[in-house]
């Protein structure tokens, strides 16, 4: 399974940006997918979950800012990310599961400046 995540950059507080994540191999029946980030000198932490079903899950950091989704057909996982803050500054990761087996993404860098 390989997972090809884009739509990483530099935008300034307030802005908006959106990520993707295409995954790509023998996969059959994605379970959950989502983002998760890791900020300089932090643990990595879940941002956003959406179920193969539809139902999402977010970090109360981004709550009413994030909106996650997902299109099945391509096998892909979306980050809408509005009202940026500095403090989302970090690298931020694709999962998937995939018959009870997690997959990451190489990560995409976010950076908001104030």
């Known amino acids: 399974v390989q997972l090809q995540a884009s739509g990483g950059g530099l935008v300034q507080a307030g802005g908006s940006l959106r990520l993707s994540c295409a995954a790509s191999g023998n996969i059959f029946a994605i379970n959950d997918m989502g983002w998760h980030r890791q900020a300089p000198g932090k643990q990595r932490e879940l941002v956003a979950t959406?179920?193969?079903?539809?139902?999402?899950n977010y970090a109360d950091s981004v709550k009413g800012r994030f909106t996650i989704s997902r299109d099945n057909a391509k096998n892909t996982v979306y980050l809408q990310m509005n009202s940026l803050k500095p403090e989302d500054t970090a690298v931020y990761y694709c999962?998937?599961?995939?018959?009870?087996?997690?997959?990451w993404g190489k990560g995409t860098l976010v950076t908001v400046s104030s």
């Open positions: 959406v179920s193969s079903g539809g139902t999402t």
């Open positions: 999962k998937v599961v995939l018959r009870g087996i997690s997959y």
